[in-house]
C-alpha cells in the first residue's frame, strides 16, 4: 500500500518514470567488493535534503535546463529536494581512493526510489557507493550515459550493501583486500 501510495504522490509531482524500487538478490560481500568502486567504514556527520539538480556538475544542469526548457515536468524535478546528502568521516576506507577523510553520499530520501533512508548522525556505517547515479535515467539522451554526477562524491542505495557498522563484515573485507 505504501509504494501505491508513494507512486501515485510522485506522478501528481511530476514524476512519469518512477516506478517502485527492486533489488536483485543481495551480493555477497565478495560480489560487492567486485561490483562496488568505493566502500567505506564512516561516520555520519550530517545529513540534509537537497535537489537533484545540486547533485550535478553545474555546466551539465545548466545544459539540462536549456534541452528541457520545454518540458516543465523535468525541469521541476531538478528543484525538488528529493535527495539525502550524506557526510561521512571516513574512518576505514576498503574500496577507492577519497580525496579527503570526509566524503559526501547521495541517495534518494525514500526507499521506493532506492535510497537508503537509515543513515543517522553519529552511527557508523559500511557504505557500499557508486560514482554513477542510479537516479538520471530520466535524463540520458537516446540510450548514451552522460555523466551528470559531482566529482568526489558517492551515490549508495538499499539495493547495496550499506548497513550499519558490522565487525564481522568489515573484517570479511580486510580479507579481500589482500
Known amino acids: 500500500m505504501n509504494k501505491i501510495l508513494i507512486l501515485i ?40 535534503l537537497v535537489t537533484v539538480g545540486s547533485t550535478m556538475k553545474k555546466e551539465k544542469l545548466d545544459s539540462l535546463k536549456e534541452v528541457y526548457k520545454e518540458d516543465n515536468n523535468k525541469l521541476k524535478s531538478l528543484s525538488y529536494k528529493s535527495i539525502l546528502k550524506v557526510e561521512v568521516e571516513v574512518i576505514r576506507e576498503f574500496k577507492g581512493k577519497s580525496e579527503s577523510n570526509i566524503v559526501t553520499i547521495f541517495t534518494h530520501k525514500y526507499g521506493s526510489a532506492c535510497g537508503y533512508t537509515r543513515f543517522e548522525v553519529g552511527k557508523e556505517y559500511l557504505i557500499y557507493g557508486s560514482s554513477k547515479s542510479y ?25 547495496y550493501r550499506t548497513k550499519k557498522y558490522l565487525k564481522s563484515e568489515a573484517q570479511e573485507l580486510n580479507k579481500l583486500m589482500d
Do not use: D
Request: charged share 20%.
Open 135 to 159: 537516479l538520471y535515467f530520466q535524463f540520458q539522451r537516446k540510450g548514451k550515459y552522460i555523466n551528470y554526477e559531482l566529482e568526489n562524491t558517492f551515490w549508495t542505495s538499499h539495493c
Open 9 to 48: 504522490i510522485f506522478s501528481l509531482l511530476g514524476y512519469n518514470n518512477i516506478s517502485a524500487c527492486s533489488c536483485k538478490k543481495e551480493k555477497t560481500v565478495k560480489g560487492a567488493f567486485e561490483y562496488h568502486e568505493s566502500i567505506v567504514h564512516g561516520k555520519v556527520l550530517n545529513k540534509t
